[in-house]
């Protein structure tokens, strides 16, 4: 999941230079924090269907490459 920010994080990292960021989370974390980093039917859909997300930085140059690669890059929500 691509986002202008470089993975999740407890509370709005451009608003909140305090924020703290998650190297990976369960799918149920993401819906029982009330995390925005996507709506909770979609991280649902994706837990019960085992579909692992990494959310990262779409901003910044070869992330997406990265991402395909398997570097550790962002936050990784599964399982």
């Given at each position: ?61 070869g992330n997406?490459?990265?991402v395909v ?6 936050t990784y929500?599964?399982?």
């Open positions: 999941m691509a986002k202008k920010v470089d993975g999740v994080y407890d509370s709005d990292p451009i608003q909140n230079p305090e924020a703290v960021k998650y190297n990976t989370l369960d799918y149920i974390d993401v819906i029982n924090m009330g995390l925005r980093v996507m709506d909770s039917t979609a991280a649902s859909l994706c837990m019960d269907n085992s579909i692992p997300i990494i959310v990262f930085d779409l901003t910044k140059d997406i490459l990265k690669m398997g570097d550790d890059i962002g929500v599964g399982r």
